[in-house]
């Protein structure tokens, strides 16, 4: 039935988008409380309460799901409100001190081509920051009233400070553009992540990656929830098809230039994503009817793509996907550092692991993940 649903949801994003009445609630579907809860899940999943509400009026013919959709798009537009407070804060903190900083990924979108922010959901702001200056990023946001939150982790931390409204707010500071060495040895290849532009819709000294290079990251972005999972209603789903990518997608591609094409066809060969940006314009068509150049897509499809990469996005062990990593690990004190989180992950990941015993000490669980991996016998396939 989710298939279904995603189908007529595809539909209203699309009808939404262009400005038209939501689809009609079909005649088949039942109208009662468990399927507009099981309805409701999947449009959380989907990230689009705050797009369906550009569809007008007949979101209220929707049988009891309609009220759920505006009460989550109008907290989304108050998390929006003090989410922009912060961020702006942030990066007008960072600019004092002179540390540049790039603004990725769903925040990037938001203040670039959505009409309003509030219709990208999204629970953080990625920011890419220079790993020389990690002791000054600290000591300004320290300062600021931002403080650390869960794990530090070699390539990615996650800071958090509060709104007005009373909101906690997180960031995950990237110091590279991907938290895996393999992954981010692959795309600063193709130069993503030094390219940026003004992002004035969010503060004034704001800058974003360029869009056709958030288009590849939101290409990976997507494949990496179909390896790893994406947090949903308290449960994790494997699943890339999420109509906000798709969304993404739609309205990068709507405004690109011929130019814009080009960079990111030369950046997804020199990057060796292209096989993940062609999944994700060929989503992006299917769902919202995406136009791409067919010159685009057939050079898209005529590359192979990066092998390694391939393999980090896909079904690999844990430690075949390490080998991977410290293989991109730039010098010796990198590759520790990952060993060392890896070996020893902290309270975050384990919490994770281990939801039903948060409440022992760390030495505990680790103690718990290690028995537990010691434990497992190798499974042999014939």
């Not at 293989?327 to 902290?346: C, E, H, M, N, Q």
Request: glycine share 8%; net charge positive.
């Amino acid at each position: 039935m989710n298939e279904a649903i995603d189908r007529f949801l595809a539909v209203a994003v699309r009808c939404a988008v262009k400005g038209e009445g939501l689809p009609v609630w079909p005649e088949q579907w039942p109208q009662d409380e468990a399927f507009a809860d099981r309805l409701f899940r999947r449009i959380a999943f989907h990230g689009i309460s705050r797009v369906l509400l550009e569809g007008g009026d007949r979101l209220a013919a929707w049988p009891a799901v309609g009220e759920q959709v505006r009460a989550e798009a109008r907290a989304q537009s108050f998390w929006e409100l003090g989410h922009r407070q912060v961020c702006s804060r942030m990066i007008a903190s960072l600019d004092a001190a002179g540390i540049a900083s790039a603004v990725t990924k769903g925040t990037a979108l938001a203040y670039s081509v959505y009409p309003d922010a509030a219709m990208r959901r999204r629970g953080d702001s990625d920011v890419l920051l220079d790993d020389r200056q990690k002791p000054a990023v600290r000591r300004v946001l320290r300062e600021a009233g931002f403080r650390p939150l869960g794990d530090a982790r070699p390539l990615q931390e996650n800071w958090a400070s509060e709104c007005p409204m009373g909101f906690t707010h997180s960031f995950d500071l990237h110091w590279r553009i991907n938290a895996s060495p393999m992954i981010a040895q692959c795309l600063e290849r193709g130069g993503i992540g030094t390219r940026t532009a003004a992002l004035t819709r969010l503060a004034p000294q704001a800058r974003a990656i360029a869009g056709p290079d958030n288009l590849v990251l939101v290409a990976i972005n997507r494949a990496s929830h179909g390896v790893f999972g994406y947090q949903s209603d308290r449960r994790k789903l494997f699943e890339g098809d999420r109509l906000i990518w798709a969304l993404d997608v739609h309205l990068l591609c709507a405004a690109f230039t011929p130019g814009d094409w080009q960079h990111l066809l030369d950046t997804a060969i020199a990057s060796g994503t292209a096989p993940f940006v062609l999944s994700a314009l060929d989503f992006a068509a299917g769902a919202l009817e995406t136009a791409v150049p067919p010159a685009i897509r057939e050079a898209l499809a005529a590359h192979p793509g990066d092998e390694r990469l391939a393999r980090c996005l896909g079904p690999l062990s844990g430690a075949a996907r390490l080998r991977l990593d410290l293989s991109a690990s730039p010098t010796l004190r990198d590759k520790l550092a990952l060993i060392a989180y890896t070996v020893f992950p902290g309270a975050e990941v384990l919490h994770e692991r281990f939801p039903d015993a948060t409440h022992l000490p760390l030495y505990a669980l680790q103690a718990k993940r290690i028995l537990g991996a010691l434990g497992r016998r190798p499974q042999h396939r014939t």
